[in-house]
């Protein structure tokens, strides 16, 4: 039997806090997988424990700082090496559009919706990532950060005009509603 490791990612486009990624290996079936985003935060929890009980899996987290040094590319193709060469597979299925030109790497858009070990992946990554940004709420609660979880929403954009930027807040990816006007 063919070995399947899923992986997913939570946190390529917010204005703050880590990349956190997961591969998966499923040692057992998990019941109510699907797209993390899918889920309610209670079901996400859930389904974290049954996984990581029921699973092989490897976590790599990226923060603001090293994705501003290396860029989101970068990190994405490093957490992906990283992850095949913890988990051995016969099978390396990423959920996106482009497998960066990795070796025995597929790539397939939506695969959280239905492959289970991808499923799994996005929940593992969006829990972690989710419990990394409500921790960062209590170091830093002027930004909202349990709310939003560190996207570009109306009221984040709000905070940062308010307050400026917290060490966790990724420089590189600019707000057009926050940049400084060019004079000529």
Known sequence: MKRLCGIDEAGRGPLAGPLVMAGVILTAPVEGLTDSKKLTPK?????F???VENALYHLVSFDAAAI?????????IAGLEEIMATLEADDYLFDGHTAFGLPNLRCRIKADLDVPEVSAAS???????????????????EYGFESHKGYGTKEHVEAIRKNGHSPIHRRSFKVKSLEQPTLF
């Not at 079901?43 to 389904?47: A, D, F, G, H, V």
């Not at 921790?135 to 609660?141: C, D, I, K």
């Open 68 to 76: 501003d040094a290396k860029g989101i590319s970068a990190c994405l």
């Open 49 to 51: 424990d049954l996984i």
């Open 123 to 141: 929940i593992l990554a969006k829990v972690t990532r989710d419990r990394v940004m409500v921790e960062m709420a209590q170091r830093y609660p």
């Open 43 to 47: 079901k996400r929890e859930e389904l």
